[in-house]
């Protein structure tokens, strides 16, 4: 499975940076949405 490297803002203005693995960039991004957090990807 690939790895991402991400920075994401959260609903309360917390930034966060993680590394994870997903099946799919298109995954990741729906579970951080269902997380309130907007990423960009580095």
Excluded: D, H
Aim: charged content about 25%; overall charge positive.
């Amino acid at each position: 499975m690939p790895v991402y490297v991400y920075r994401a803002v959260t609903k309360t203005g917390v930034v966060v940076k993680n590394r994870v693995e997903s099946s799919s960039r298109q995954n990741l991004i729906k579970s951080l949405k269902n997380r309130k957090s907007y990423a960009n990807f580095n």
